[in-house]
Structures are given as structure tokens and as C-alpha cells.
């Protein structure tokens, strides 16, 4: 089984600790991203027990939240950096947050800004736009952002920002992005609406808690789709997959490579879900750009793989997101596959692939990033000769079973 959306597992947490009363969570993706959001709401006084992929959060309601006794580790996660300072924004305690090399490096200053613009008290302690931050209480009032980006993390983190200010908060992004914030917060209570690419909230709601139930991570589905399209005479069935329109990208890539997918038991369970029922094809290359970059963002990496095994050219465009990732990801895959003999160039906002040459084993940096690793785990199935993925084990962030999984899958 596919493990739960690693998206959806930290907002369950992060909102349930808002929300009055025991939140019930199940299917929770037990990577370390969502370890490091626990552990934050944690060291904030919110008493969370973890039963397997089963977690109860008890919430004290919006306000609720208690002063760190130290510094927040948020570990490795984009996610709980992004949304956890929205959050912070709005409390009467000062904190400060942190996390590991790669999240010192990543962009913070497409938080600092609207933050700023509420109203925030938020700096880069570094001064450098990026983690660590500090954020001191300040009254926040909303704004209507233009954001210059697609990016839920951005989205979220001003929306949640705007639980706690005065007046309407929304943001509008050029690309509509995930929108599990949206589906989940509505949920729990809070007054959201969204209208084409623009999202408004209202301050001061009544989150109550709720049954979540995790659908399983299309991020995560997406290697097992590479390898059962890629690997001869093979048909997988990938249950309980989360199909939400904004997430769905690999599937529409794929069909437009000629992939055989058959979507079964198509169900709205909170989020849409389905299972996958994949077949060997044989692929050939496409054009992946404009809109639909949000919606595979983070499959862009296996994408890459599968086109180096398709015929015919595969152009990548307007992902320049790819260079602010866990790594530089158009500079890794490019150095990645390059290794493995595929014809590829790196482009300022993506990669041009000439797909159809022999590739074969051979060391690749995963660069400390779980995509990279898993991707080309899955390219190591189908080309001759050994593979070595250096620093394999950071799939731990979000799929701590990966690699027995894709072994029992080949065996
Ligand atoms: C995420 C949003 C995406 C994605 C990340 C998870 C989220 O980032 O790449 O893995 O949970 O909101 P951006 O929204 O910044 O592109």
C-alpha cells in the first residue's frame, strides 16, 4: 500500500492542533517530514500519541498553542517551515525555527514578504532571506496577496496567517496550486472560499476537530507507475491513491506518452481517490509546461526518468520551482542521468530529453534528496549493470519502506 500523502499528513496535524478536541488521523505518512511536524506542535504543548500509521491530536483550539522552550526543529520540511511560520505569525509568543543544511539554503523570503505585509514581526536571523527565522507577536491584518509564484507552502502559510488577523486575507497565484489547505481547513471549520486562483479566508473561526483520513501519496504511486510502465509484461494495481486535480500532473504526463492507466473505484473521501491500474507501454516523448507544472511538481524527477527510457525528445519548461527544492533538482537529474548515458541539457526553467539511448548503471548523488533517490532507484530496475545511489537512506523523508517495497515488487 501506497503510504499516506506526505501533504495532507502534516495539515491533519498542523490543523487538528488548532482545532478543539482529539483529531483522529489515519493512514499518517510516518516519514521524518511529518515526524518534525509533530515534534514542533510538540514542543508547543499539544499532546499528539502516535499509534503506527495512526495519530490522535489533541487540540486546544486556536489560541492554544504554548511558547517553545527552544528553537523549532523542522528538520528537513519545506512544508512545516512554510506553514508553521504562518502560524507563528499569529501567536502572542515569540519563536524561532530551524532546520537542517538543505532548509537553510531554501528560499524564506516568499514567507518573509507577505508576513511583513500583515503586519509580522518575521526576520531571517542571518539576514540571509532564508532559515533560521524569528518571529516576534504583532497584531497581523489581511491583505490581498498577488503571489509571483504557484506554491501551496506560500498559499498556506498566508492563509494560515490569516486565522489569526484582522479582516479578509487572500492570495491569488499566476497557476492554481495544491489545494489541500483549502479542502482540509474548510473541514475543520474555518470560513475559506476559493474562486479561479484566488483564496480568501476569515480570521477567528471555530476549528473543531475531525476525522482524517490520509489517501496514499500520488507523489509516492508515482515511482511503482515508471516501473510497471516501464518494465516488460508487467500490471500493477496501486490502491488508494489520492487523485486531488491539483496533484495529478504525472497521470495526465504519462497518458500523454502513451501510457496505459486505468483510473478504478473513483470515491471522494475528503480528497479524490482511486486506484491505479497500470500496464507496460511503450512510451514516447512530450511537452510538459504552463499549468500543469504545479500539479506534478514534485514528480518532475521521475518524469525525467521515464523520458530518458521513452522515444523521441521530452521539453520540460517553466519549472525554474526544480532549482529551489530539497537540491537544485534540473542540475541533479541532468548531472544523474548524464552519468547513466541519456541525452539531456539542462534549460534555465527545465531540461530538454532525448529519450531512446542505452543507459546504464552507475553511482548517483542523491544530493541528500528522497525524489532523486527513488527516481533513479526505479531507473537502477530497468537499465544493465549496477547502480549505487549515494546517501539512499534520505527516502526516510517521505517513504520510509521504499526500497522493500520496490524490492517486492521486482521479486
Ligand atoms: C507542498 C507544496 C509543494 C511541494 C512540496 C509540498 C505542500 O511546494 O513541492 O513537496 O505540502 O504544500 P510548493 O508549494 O512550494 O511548490
Redesign the pocket.
Known sequence: MIPGD??IS?RAVMFGSLAKGKTKITHFLEGADCLSTIDCFRAMGIEILRDGHTVYVNGNGLHGLKAPAHMLDVGNS??TTRLISGILAGQNFKSELNGDASIQSRPMKRIITPLQMMGSNITSIHENNCAPLRIQPSQLHGIHYQSPVA????K?CILLAGLYAEGKTSVTEPVI??NHTEIMLKHFGADITSEGTTASILPDPILEAREINVPGDISSAAYFIAAGLLTPNSEILIRNVGINPTRDGILQVCKNMGADITLLNVRNEGEPTADLLVRTSSLHGTTVEGALI?TL??EIPMIAVLAAFADGTTVIRDAA?LKV?ESDRIAVIVENLSRMGADIEGTDDGMIIHGGKQLHGAIIDSHLDHRIAMSFAVAGTLCDGDMEIINGECVNISYPQFYQDLYSLAN
Do not use: L, M
Open positions: 506526505k501533504s502534516h519545506g512544508t506554491s501551496a507552502q506560500v498556506s496550486s495544491r504545479p511538481i514534485d520551482e527544492k
